[in-house]
């Protein structure tokens, strides 16, 4: 603004000299008419560009400042020059904003920016589907009014956000969200939420483990402590009575070996690789040995009949199908009544391979299917314990299952038995030998 300034001096000292040079040579008439003109002309000539300054100004941009001439000239070139930084400093500013908005919709948390009266400013679509807001209605609303999760009003109102707020929603569905205020420019926050349902459960599913292992391995332990005990306080134990204490103990032992190898299978098939190596499994001699083994562990008790075996082999891992089958029979045979019938079955359906376990037992709930291949899960823990089961065969089962490609399949109506279906993929079939 300087040189407009200073060009603008030395032309009013010009036109004053002019003006008293007219004067001294022709009269001070014509000095004063020359300095009254050039004056007027000057006026003229700053009134016409400061209206384009103003009309520019009323909707200015870089691609319309107008041209001047002389002093106006620089101004001019100056303004377009300002003008052109400051559009391109607010095109920069809005990309940025756009890519931080962006960056905001993307995440898969949810977020929402709160102002200094905890007022909503703007919320991403996670913040939507977490608290079940309206991106446009809610705008501008107090978010303790919206949010109406208990604790959540205490933990906005303590002002201690170091540790974030677990809430447990049931609506829409069962969700557990990890909540978090950040506060962020003095006075503003973001409310930060998580989705960690599937990480509350899984830590759900470790501590009933422990807790389950711990309580299946104290009952034998306590068991045999006691024996132990009594042994011990006795003076001199007759035969007959250590042969007596003797047998419940191996039982014992036994139900903790085997809880032991179950476990130790499981861990193997969890923390292995999720592939199998695969050999050609001879489908009928796998069923004849489960027979067998059926045989062995009914004693009797049980009809056990080889319904159907088609020549088709499975293409698998021979001792894990083994292991995998051999607990649907053995689960069969523990809870299925005196002389009932059980039947083993291999079939081709629909172009897919089908092993089959039915018994004619006691049958399970609706409710209870979806949870059988949970670990330790046990429709009736008295009687689960009293068949010898570890609580752990049909988690087995699944892993196997999986590592496979199979589906297990489960009917079953109470009192009248149960069907536990292996669908095995085409892919897995091989001809008979």
């Avoid at 036109?15 to 014509?30: D, E, F, H, N, P």
């Avoid at 919320?123 to 807001?133: D, G, I």
């Avoid at 089962?397 to 489960?410: D, G, P």
Wanted: glycine share 8%; charged share 20%.
């Amino acid at each position: 603004m300087r040189p407009f300034l200073q060009r603008c001096a030395f032309w009013l000292l010009g036109l004053t000299l002019a003006s008293l040079l007219v004067g001294g040579l022709l009269g001070s008439a014509y000095g004063l008419a020359l300095a009254v003109g050039g004056l007027l002309a000057w006026l003229g000539f700053q009134l016409y560009y400061l209206n384009k300054l103003l009309r520019w100004l009323e909707s200015p941009a870089p691609d319309r400042v107008p041209e001047g001439m002389g002093s106006w000239q620089d101004v001019f070139s100056s303004l377009y020059r300002q003008s052109r930084q400051q559009s391109l400093s607010q095109k920069k500013l809005t990309n940025a904003l756009e890519r931080f908005i962006n960056a905001g919709e993307a995440m898969p948390d949810a977020v929402v920016v709160l102002d200094e009266h905890d007022r909503i400013e703007w919320l991403n679509p996670m913040a939507v589907e977490h608290f079940q807001l309206d991106r446009k209605r809610d705008v501008g609303n107090m978010v303790a009014n919206l949010v109406r999760q208990p604790g959540f009003h205490d933990y906005l109102t303590a002002q201690n956000y170091s540790q974030p707020l677990l809430l447990r929603l049931s609506q829409p569905v069962e969700q557990v969200l990890s909540v978090q205020l950040v506060p962020f420019d003095s006075t503003r926050k973001l409310l930060i939420s998580r989705d960690i349902t599937q990480l509350d459960r899984v830590q759900t599913v470790h501590r009933d483990f422990v807790a389950n292992v711990s309580h299946e391995l104290r009952t034998p332990l306590t068991v045999i402590g006691g024996f132990l005990e009594t042994l011990a306080d006795m003076p001199e134990p007759t035969p007959d009575v250590t042969r007596q204490f003797l047998p419940m103990m191996m039982e014992q032992a036994k139900r903790m070996q085997s809880l032991v190898e179950d476990l130790l299978t499981l861990s193997r098939l969890e923390n292995g690789s999720k592939t199998t190596t695969l050999e050609k499994v001879d489908m009928a001699a796998l069923l004849n040995t489960l027979r067998v083994e059926a045989e062995g562990l009914s004693q009797g008790r049980h009809q056990i009949v080889l319904d159907a075996c088609d020549s088709a082999s499975l293409w698998g891992n021979a001792s894990e199908l083994h292991s995998a089958f051999g607990n649907l029979v053995s689960n069969a045979v523990r809870y299925t009544p005196e002389d009932g019938v059980i039947r083993l079955a291999w079939r081709m359906e629909r172009g897919r391979g089908v092993f089959s376990v039915s018994d004619t037992g006691i049958g399970i709930a609706p409710q209870h299917i979806p949870r059988l291949t949970e670990r330790f899960y046990r429709i009736d823990r008295g009687r689960s314990r009293g068949t010898g089961g570890t609580g752990l065969g049909l988690a087995i089962v699944k892993h196997v299952l999986a590592r496979h490609h199979a589906r297990l399949e489960v009917r079953s109506e109470l009192e009248r038995g149960s069907t536990f279906s292996v669908w095995f993929n085409a892919d897995h079939l091989a001809p008979g030998a």
